[in-house]
C-alpha cells in the first residue's frame, strides 16, 4: 500500500486471520489510496527562483548557509531533506499553545520538523501558521527566550536577513549543511578535593563525578567542566539526575572568571534536599551569597545568562518556560568560563551527575 494514508483516515489493519476492519471510511479506499500515492509523489520542490542566475546561491545566500552551520540548525534540520523526522524526534519551539490539540490524543509535546526544501514558496510557516513570513518565525512572540530559534535574534539585522535568504534559496539541488564543530570542554577539579573527579562527554549529554567541600565562601572545592566564551552568551543544561551525597550537594550552570579556586562567579545549581539556587561571589577570595529558587530537585533545568556584566539565573521544568532567580552585576574578564559544576559537598565522597541537552548559546542566545 503506498504511504500511510489510511490510517489516520480510520483504516484499522488486519485482524488475527486476515480479517480487514473499518469504520466508516472517510473516502472509497481507492480514493485514500489515490490520495497516499499523491502524497508520495510529492518529493522535489523544482528550482528556488530567489537563486542566482546560474542556479547558485546569491552572496547572501552563501552567507546565510555558514550561519545556519554555525548555529548547528542542523541538529534540526540536517541530513539530504534539513529534517530530523525520520528518527521521530519532535520538538517544542516555543510554539505548542493550548489552542494546538493533541497528538494521537495524547498531549501534544512536541512537532515533528518540517523540511526546509521549498520554504520560498511555503507561507505561512509554523505548524499553525502563526509567521506570515520567514523572518517573523525569529520573532518573540514565535521564538521565546529559551528556545532553539531564539538565539538567532541575537544576531545583526543582516545576519538575520542573510540566514533567511539561504532559507529561501534551498531547493532540490541544495546539499545537506554539516553540523557545527563541536568546540571541546575542558575539565578539572578546581581546590584542594578529597578524591579526584571525571568527566564523560557524549553529544550533549556530559556525566560528571565529583567530590569537593562545597562552592561557597571564599574558596571552592568542586568539578568544572567548561568552554571560554567572549562576550554575551547563555549556558543551560538539563540536570536530570544527582546523588545524594548531601542536602546541600550542588549541580548545575557556571560564569567564572577564572579556574582560581576564590574566582568571582556565579551560578545557578541543583540540590537533592534544599531545591534550586542562584549563588555567586562578587569579588576574589570574598564571601558568597544565596538565592534561593524553588523547592525543586532533579531533574530539572538551569540556566545562566551573561549580558554585559550582568549574570542571571534562572531554571525551568520544561526547558521552554523559564524563571529567574536573580541577577548580579560582576565584571568579569574576557572570555569568560562558562561551564557546569558539581560538588559532593561531602570531600572525599564522590557524587555523580548526569547532564542532557547541554547548550552553550554565544551572544545571548537561548
Known amino acids: ?12 489493519g488486519v485482524e488475527t486471520g486476515g480479517e480487514m476492519r473499518y469504520r466508516p471510511p472517510a473516502m472509497p479506499i481507492l480514493e485514500l489510496d489515490a490520495l497516499a500515492a499523491y502524497v508520495s509523489s510529492l518529493n522535489t520542490v523544482g528550482r528556488s527562483p530567489l537563486r542566482a542566475a546560474d542556479g547558485a546561491l546569491t552572496a547572501d545566500g552563501v552567507a546565510g548557509r555558514a550561519l545556519f552551520q554555525s548555529l548547528d540548525c542542523a541538529s534540526c534540520h540536517g541530513g539530504a531533506d534539513f529534517t530530523d523526522s525520520t528518527s521521530g524526534s519532535l520538538h517544542d519551539i516555543g510554539t505548542i499553545r493550548a489552542s494546538s490539540g493533541k497528538r494521537l490524543g495524547q498531549t501534544l509535546s512536541g512537532i515533528d520538523t518540517p523540511t526546509l526544501r521549498g520554504l520560498w514558496h511555503g507561507a505561512p510557516y509554523l505548524h499553525d501558521g502563526a509567521a506570515a513570513t520567514l523572518d517573523a518565525v525569529f520573532d518573540a512572540a514565535n521564538a521565546p527566550d529559551g528556545t ?11 545576519e538575520r536577513a542573510q540566514l533567511v535568504a539561504f532559507l529561501r534559496q534551498i531547493d532540490d539541488r541544495e546539499p545537506a549543511v ?5 568546540v571541546p570542554w575542558t575539565s578539572a577539579d578546581l581546590g584542594a578535593v578529597g578524591a579526584a573527579g571525571s568527566t564523560a562527554v557524549v553529544g550533549s549529554t556530559v556525566t560528571i563525578t565529583a567530590s569537593g567541600a562545597d562552592i561557597w565562601g571564599a574558596t571552592d572545592e568542586f568539578r568544572f567542566v567548561w568552554q571560554p566564551l567572549t562576550g554575551d552568551g547563555t549556558i543551560q543544561a538539563r540536570v536530570a539526575s544527582q546523588t545524594d551525597t548531601s542536602a546541600w550537594a550542588k ?16 551560578m545557578t545549581v541543583v540540590t537533592p534536599r534544599n531545591g534550586v539556587a542562584f549563588q555567586r ?7 558568597s551569597a ?11 533545568w538551569v540556566r545562566m545568562r551573561r549580558s554585559g556584566d550582568v549574570l542571571t539565573g534562572a531554571e ?27 560538588t559532593s559537598h561531602a570531600d572525599g565522597v564522590l ?3 548526569v547532564f542532557e541537552q547541554v547548550a552553550l548559546l554565544p551572544n545571548g542566545g537561548g
Open 1 to 12: 500500500m503506498p504511504g500511510n494514508v489510511r490510517n489516520p483516515l480510520d483504516w484499522l
Open 351 to 353: 557524587g555523580t551527575v
Open 251 to 266: 549541580a548545575g550552570v557556571m560564569i567564572r572568571g577564572s579556574t582560581n579556586p576564590q574566582a568571582r562567579h556565579a
Open 178 to 182: 554539516p553540523g557545527a564543530q563541536p
Open 290 to 300: 544565596h538565592t534561593a529558587g524553588s523547592r525543586s530537585a532533579a531533574p530539572r
Open 281 to 287: 561571589r562578587l569579588t576574589l577570595g570574598g564571601s
Open 316 to 342: 525551568s521544568a520544561d526547558g521552554s518556560v523559564w524563571t529567574d532567580i536573580g541577577s548580579v552585576t560582576i565584571a568579569l574578564p574576557q572570555p569568560a568560563l562558562f561551564g557546569l559544576c558539581v
Open 148 to 158: 532553539a530559534h531564539a538565539v538567532v535574534r541575537s544576531r545583526s539585522a543582516t
